[in-house]
């Protein structure tokens, strides 16, 4: 029965509904209707009423990147619309509020944020947005902890792991875009064209392949906690001091890091991309503040884990009765949690900045500088970047020294 909206039908589809009518109304003489997904995989509408107004995202049963050469299930809105309860709960206030959804149509009626725009948007325009390293990095240590065994009971989770498992189509996009694809010429990569020579180098290293595999490895079979799975900047829309986080469909069980590690990624292709974006005057005090935000947000992660790990310890992991929770062993356990999902991040921040710029799907950042004299040696920056995280991960053992590394890229 799934039938796919459009801007003509959609008013005589939702009038019907009790969480549509109870906002805005049932003259829908009176609602405005704008079709505005900008994604990849889905159609998202904005509809106005005098009352209100409301995000309704709707799967289709193709990659609206690709098309219908490309299918895929409409079983995937279930689980965004399971991810997105877990994220209210786990990150309380950081994503949209959620007023219907119909599993056969495929169907999610929520908030309209405003006058929030895509980040990504406003990172390419050059306009800072206080509190984002705040948000982002409370989110990921909330979601990160609140979705594991550190935190759920373990039959819950286990349950919970086993529920996501259904959900095989959405994963095996980013095994394939982001895992594979960069590092071997697959049908679906573009790039830009002055980067032959650094790609050919890229994929004939093969420790550097090595450790994608491993990472993809722990990507698929490592169910930490309930991540995400695609936080980039058009995942997050922020106005001049708040933002959240949106459209959880990639969301699995996997690794802690991979959600901060993405996030990581998408900062550091914002501050690569920024000289294609405003003159000379402007840049150093740009790029410094994004580079200020990764720092942030790391250190927010880090503050909130560890204020959850001494306060939410609740789960089968690291309990009291071994570890004295005021104690300096508990601390060091934390710290030694700490660490290795740092390692992962890294790991996974490599290889998102290799997808970006090798893989099908590119983002505006880069792509939006239209001259490839000027943008293709920024992506050379992003790329010899992401593969010294790869490469070196065990090595980098702050933040800071992830930051500088982009300084030293940065210059050429
Ligand atoms: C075919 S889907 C391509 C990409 O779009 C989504 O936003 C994910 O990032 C995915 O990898
Ligand atoms: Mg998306």
Not at 118 to 132: C, D, F, T
Request: include cysteine.
């Amino acid at each position: 029965n799934y039938q796919e909206l459009s801007v003509d039908t959609i008013a005589s589809r939702l009038k019907t509904i009790d969480a549509v009518t109870s906002r805005i109304g049932t003259d829908t003489s009176k609602w405005q209707v704008k079709e505005v997904g900008d994604g990849n995989l889905n159609l998202v509408f904005i509809v106005e009423a005098p009352e209100a107004t409301l995000i309704v995202k709707q799967a289709l049963p193709y990659v609206r990147l690709v098309g219908d050469s490309w299918p895929l299930p409409l079983y995937r809105a279930y689980y965004e619309h399971e991810a997105l309860v877990r994220q209210q709960q786990r990150a309380p206030g950081t994503v949209p509020e959620i007023y219907y959804f119909n599993n056969e149509q495929a169907l999610i009626i929520m908030e309209f944020l405003q006058p929030h725009i895509i980040l990504r948007g406003k990172l390419i325009a050059g306009e800072k947005v206080a509190n984002l390293s705040e948000t982002m990095g409370k989110f990921c240590a909330r979601t990160a902890f609140r979705g594991s065994e550190l935190s759920m009971k373990s039959a819950d989770k286990k349950a919970d792991v086993g529920l996501f498992s259904g959900n095989v189509e959405i994963p095996a996009i980013t095994e394939s875009l982001v895992f594979t694809d960069p590092y071997y010429d697959a049908e679906m990569n573009h790039n830009t064209p002055e980067l032959e020579g650094i790609i050919k180098n890229i994929r004939s290293n093969t420790a550097l392949k090595n450790r994608v595999q491993k990472m993809m490895m722990k990507f698929a079979s490592n169910t930490e906690t309930m991540v995400h799975g695609d936080l980039h900047s058009g995942s997050i829309m922020s106005t001049d001091n708040d933002s959240r986080i949106i459209d959880p469909e990639f969301a699995q069980y996997g690794p802690m890091g991979f959600d901060i590690g993405m996030l990581t990624a998408n900062f550091l292709m914002a501050y690569f991309s920024q000289p294609g974006h405003r003159s000379q005057a402007d840049l150093s005090d740009y790029q410094g503040w994004i580079l200020a935000t990764i720092k942030e947000t790391f250190e927010h992660f880090y503050a909130e884990f560890r204020h959850l790990w001494n306060t939410e310890r609740t789960g089968m992991l690291y309990p009291a009765s071994l570890f004295e929770d005021q104690g300096q062993s508990s601390a060091a356990a934390c710290d030694d949690v700490l660490d290795h999902i740092l390692q992962d991040a890294i790991s996974i921040c490599g290889i998102e900045m290799h997808r970006r710029v090798l893989s099908l799907a590119h983002n505006a950042d880069f792509e939006s500088i239209e001259d490839t004299s000027i943008r293709a040696p920024l992506e050379a920056r992003n790329i010899m970047m992401g593969a010294e995280l790869i490469l070196n991960a065990e090595n980098i053992k702050d933040i800071s020294s992830l930051t500088s590394m982009a300084e030293r890229f940065n210059t050429g």
